[in-house]
């Protein structure tokens, strides 16, 4: 939810590991990415997009289908904390990664820390950004699966689900309507 999110962001951590988790973590709730494409990611990756602001663009490792997603200033703040060298290194891999193993493991430890209920996982992180980043905030289904690399909105479907917030803003414009 929004409101865990805010909470996981404003939580800092004086170990490393976890603290390094938690800013991947929110990377993947700010862009959609997945472990794979997180951690296949080098600063050829992050270029300038048609309009002019840093987007991630790459093929999913999963299959191979382009995934463009303009970057959110909090997603590149964090890109930019962890390799402040993004674009000269461009063949180098972007950000520190630990195995899915742990990267998982590592996250249970933030949730309960943070007094988090759901299970965090790496995929949490892409479900958040398909729902409570972008869905909620007027993003179309088609443009989620766009920056999610899907070939069909059906996939994207199970990973966006609608909250009762959209439901409520959805609901208001209507009734100014009648």
């Known amino acids: ?24 973590f929110l990377i993947q709730c700010y862009t959609g990415l ?25 093929n999913r490792l999963k299959t191979d289908i382009r995934a463009a997603v303009p970057l959110l200033p909090k997603a590149l703040e964090l890109i930019v904390k962890y390799n402040p060298d993004y674009k000269v290194d461009i063949d180098k891999q972007l950000l520190p990664l630990y195995n899915i193993q742990r990267y998982n493991a590592y996250l249970k430890e ?13 995929h949490a992180g892409r479900r958040t950004f398909a729902s409570t980043v972008a869905l909620s905030n007027g993003v179309s289904i088609e443009t989620i699966a766009k920056m999610l690399g899907h070939a069909s909105t059906k996939i994207t479907h199970l990973y966006a689900k609608v909250s009762d917030i959209k439901v409520a803003s959805e609901m208001e414009k209507l009734k100014t309507k009648f």
Not at 3 to 21: M, N
Request: with cysteine; proline share 0%.
């Open 1 to 24: 939810s929004l409101e865990e999110l805010h909470r996981l962001e404003s939580k800092s951590f004086d170990i490393y590991r976890i603290q390094l988790v938690k800013d991947l």
């Open 110 to 122: 933030i949730a309960d820390l943070c007094g988090i209920t759901k299970v965090l996982s790496s």
């Open 34 to 58: 997945s472990f794979s494409d997180l951690a296949g990611l080098n600063g050829s990756n992050v270029t300038t997009g048609i309009d002019g602001h840093q987007w991630i663009i790459q």
